[in-house]
């Protein structure tokens, strides 16, 4: 292949990789299939490796084809199919575009061979593998590059996205024109949103100033795939005959992987970019067959390579683990009469138990992103501190809607497994709690019912209290905990009923009462209160 067709041939199927993932992160229309977001998400690795663990299917092999892909080619999933990378890319390209501009019609941004900084990365990759196998997942939430790449869309770009969809709904109802309706963020959560800038701008900052740095310094994924690249099929040589020690392609190099000086280029780091073969004057730097020669046993079976084989390992025996829970305090604007603590948060249906979903989830909010009624909210404390940013059911926001089960569709983890909407309704996540002090049937002596005519399986429902007043009364039996009556609730700054988390998901009985029908919330009407 023309070595020019070896670059656009890799922008190509960067284009092609982000594109999609983009979309559905940003997504707020709910439109996109579920089986189609799980095959966009198909290839990315740490999410496919953790679905693994929890069943095993076709969907779940994408972390096999990366690795057959690495081992034939080096690192095409840094290179192509990874989104962080590929944003680091385009954050790169615009970098040096503007600074060409500022400074001469001929400037070229120089990059340098660095030394790897082995005990950095590897320190990396054992931290969050040996956490994960605790069911410690923080680490893991941290680094991968998948979810961090999805809380930034989800802080930055979906936002964006919805204003302009709002302008133009705003725009066209000037006209009487209705064909678009306008979307409410409802939560701002300021904690997650600091700890994803963070990371957003420590990105943003080693890709302009060292291009590919945070892949071969931070990433895990990017160490472990490091290792089987260096033994690829296919790789980047240096011809020592058609070399003339220019040291463009050093240069050129966004991993900082190429020692012209020596003419090596550490395989290990190489991201497979093909810059250096674009830019190379004499067509000295190719992509070609090399298998690799085992003369010694020695060389085979290196430090860095038992290294591997040990961290490979600890990911695949992933066990599940008790992790620590924080007691949450509702965040109040002005003081009230009775505070709400929660013990446990409330995890989404389908997740089983909190053990299990902590020690699955890997933050990466395409949860929070389809989530019609955006009852799924990044936590901060809510799970303790080793399961910050995952998604809990925040019912200021919104509540989970009765048959809906799209979190448990989307999931590219298996942190939430999938569940039907026969199923969803009698899986119970928490119990409704009443405080009597806090309603206004008890503080102002008037009727409300706001939470049992919203309880889709009336486990709230009304009985007689003082005069001709009716108060609520929940019934745990009959509770599935999606949060519509605490989310109906008027009172304010602490609801008057508020459903506390089960640990291990129940089973609820099915209510079996015919007087008041069953009531399915449509979450794109106007909610009470």
Sequence with gaps: MNRSNLWKLRVFLSIIFILPITIILADFSGLIPSSIINWITYFQFVPSILKSFTFFSYITTGFIVVIILTALFGRIYCSSICPLGILQDIVNFISRKIAKKRKKKNYRQKYLYIKENKILRWTLVVIPTVLLVFGISLGINLLDPYSLYGRIIGNFIRPVVIGINNITAFTLESFKVYAIFP????????????????????VLVMSIIKGRLYCNTICPVGTVLGVISKYSLYKIVIENEECINCGICEKDCKANCIDSEKMKVDLNRCVACFNC????????????????????????????KRNFLI?????????????????????ATKP???PVFRKFAVSPPGSISLDKFNSKCTSCHLCVSS?????????FLEYGFTGMLQPRLDNLAGFCNYDCVICSEVCPTGAILPINAEKK???QLGKAKFVKENCI???????????????????????????????????DEFCIGCGACEYACPTIPYK?????GNAIHQTAKKNEEKDKPIQKIDYKEEFPF
Excluded at 280 to 297: A, M, Q, W
Excluded at 442 to 463: F, L, N, Q, R
């Design 183 to 202: 979307y409410d963020l409802k939560v701002f959560n300021l904690i997650p949103f600091v700890i994803t800038l963070s990371f957003f701008l420590l």
């Design 277 to 304: 073969i674009s830019s190379c004057p004499t067509d000295g730097i190719k992509f070609e067959h090399s298998l690799p020669k085992f003369n010694n046993r020695k060389d085979v079976f290196d430090q860095t």
């Design 311 to 331: 961290a490979s390992g600890i990911y695949i025996s992933t066990l599940s683990a008790l992790l620590a829970q924080a007691k949450k305090k509702i965040v």
């Design 336 to 338: 009230s009469t009775v």
């Design 371 to 379: 989530c019609p009624t955006q009852v799924l909210q990044p936590s």
């Design 425 to 427: 309704k009698l899986t």
């Design 441 to 475: 049937v008890e503080t102002e002596k008037t009727d409300c019912g706001a939470c049992s005519e919203h309880c889709p399986t009336k486990a709230v429902h009304m009985i007689p209290y003082q005069g001709k007043l009716f108060i609520p009364e929940t019934r």
């Design 496 to 500: 008057a009923i508020y459903v506390e």
